[in-house]
């Protein structure tokens, strides 16, 4: 799950990306428009990965601070 997240989370990083840069949303490029439903889920997919990348960065502290015991 973690790997999907990241995978997910860099997808939407290098869109924004785009869409910063060059004004291009890839994602919408390739599923038909913001509004087309595919685009939405893709969109959820990527916020909700991102959500789940938060937790990567408490358990990682957590692995650390056991590990110094």
Avoid: K, P
Wanted: overall charge neutral.
């Amino acid at each position: 799950m973690d790997t999907l997240a990241l995978v997910l989370s860099i997808i939407g990083s290098i869109n924004w990306g785009l869409v910063g840069i060059f004004n291009f949303d890839l994602v919408s490029w390739i599923f038909g428009g913001q509004g087309a439903t595919i685009s939405r889920i893709i969109y959820a997919l990527i916020g909700l990965a991102g959500l789940w990348c938060i937790s990567l960065l408490f358990r990682r502290r957590a692995i650390l601070s056991t590990e110094d015991i």
